[in-house]
Nanobody, 124 residues
Framework: QVQLVESGGGSVQAGGSLNLSCTVSGYIGRVTYMAWFRRQAPGKEHEGVAAIEKDGRAHYADFAKGRFTATEDNANNTLFLNMNNLKPEDSATYFC?????????????????WGQGTQVTVSS
């Protein structure tokens, strides 16, 4: 059974940095995308942050460009999100997810396996 476990969240001041990790256990084969989403409040839709294709190409939401970097360690089945110059509006629960279908990489649709999330809080 495939499981995703996020870590690395925490509380920082505006302008600070955090590095999130997502460890994948179980056999996943050749996924189409591995991605990071965030949800700023319970009940709100997951918002795409960054997604990595199987060939390593990364896609970013506009708010993430220039501040966030998504990478993956294929050998260890781990996905990373390096976040710099954090802003209070980046406060959210961050999730990693994987999918095996094409389409919009930053849409939560078609992502079938999700982690439990890690909380990021940015104070002004």
């Amino acid at each position: 059974q495939v499981q995703l476990v996020e870590s690395g969240g925490g509380s920082v001041q505006a302008g600070g940095s955090l590095n999130l990790s997502c460890t994948v256990s179980g056999y996943i084969g050749r996924v189409t995308y591995m991605a990071w989403f965030r949800r700023q409040a319970p009940g709100k839709e997951h918002e795409g942050v960054a997604a990595i294709e199987k060939d390593g190409r990364a896609h970013y939401a506009d708010f993430a460009k220039g501040r966030f970097t998504a990478t993956e360690d294929n050998a260890n089945n781990t996905l990373f999100l390096n976040m710099n110059n954090l802003k209070p509006e980046d406060s959210a629960t961050y999730f990693c997810a994987i999918r095996w279908r094409g389409g919009d990489p930053l849409s939560p649709r078609e992502y079938v396996i999700w982690g439990q999330g890690t909380q990021v809080t940015v104070s002004s």
